[in-house]
């Protein structure tokens, strides 16, 4: 069992290689954003996407619900045993649907999985007493910030500034503008969450190493 892939929108010039034992949900607007994926299921309102897609299996949800569209669509994905997920166009415009699908990342790291969301400038994944690498030669920016609470043992290796068992807290961004030095990275931490955010794709991380 691999990945299960949420299409909310997809990046530009993004386009996941799907495996066939990965499990590919469109949710609501993302049904026009498969870029000729098949999905296996489809989930949503609607209100995005303005019709019902036919000749699919779809889940129809009501406007008025507590969950996000995205969010059941993950209870969906762990229901059915997958433990990584790609949330593909997870971060956009509307700074409350962003900070709704981080959250969303949260409920996968309490229930021990793993996601990342991906948009058109950079990407964002939770991380929970583990690590994060960075293979390759990557570039640009990389952040990282205490999340839901004290972050203890946080290391840094391969970035501009490093650290070494450091401590976050969440009201101090002291990981912030962090850069990539054109090696492999590592970003870890012994105990709690770390939000890391990073200009770039899913691809250039190890992220369910």
């Known amino acids: 069992m691999q990945i299960c892939y949420l299409f909310c929108a997809l990046p530009t010039g993004f386009v996941p290689v799907i495996d066939p034992s990965d499990y590919v949900i ?3 607007a993302g049904y026009a954003r498969l870029s000729g994926a098949k999905p296996d299921l489809v989930v949503g309102d609607f209100d995005s996407l303005g019709y019902v897609p036919q000749n ?13 569209d995205t969010l059941f669509a993950v209870k969906l994905g762990l229901e059915k045993g997958y433990k990584k997920f ?4 997870g971060v956009g415009d509307r700074l409350d649907h962003t900070l709704a699908n981080v959250q969303a ?28 690498a960075f293979p390759g030669s990557p570039e640009g920016v990389v952040s990282v910030f205490a999340y ?9 290796d391969g970035l501009e500034y490093p650290l070494d068992g450091a401590t976050l807290t ?18 870890s931490v012994e105990k709690g969450c770390l ?3 990073w200009n770039g794709g899913f691809e250039q991380t190890d992220l369910f190493g």
């Not at 229930?111 to 991380?127: D, H, P, V, W």
């Not at 961004?173 to 970003?187: D, H, I, K, Q, Y």
């Open 148 to 156: 839901g609470g004290t972050a203890f043992g946080v290391t840094l």
């Open 86 to 89: 790609v949330i593909l166009g």
């Open 56 to 68: 699919e299996s779809v889940v129809r949800l009501p406007v008025h619900k507590d969950d996000t």
């Open 26 to 28: 469109a949710v609501d």
């Open 195 to 197: 939000l890391v955010v």
């Open 170 to 187: 969440v009201d101090y961004p002291l990981g912030v503008s962090n850069a990539f030095t054109g090696g492999p990275a590592r970003v």
């Open 105 to 132: 990342l949260m409920y996968l790291t309490g229930r021990g999985a793993r996601g990342c969301l991906l948009g058109e400038r950079e990407s964002l994944a939770m991380l929970k007493d583990g690590a994060l």
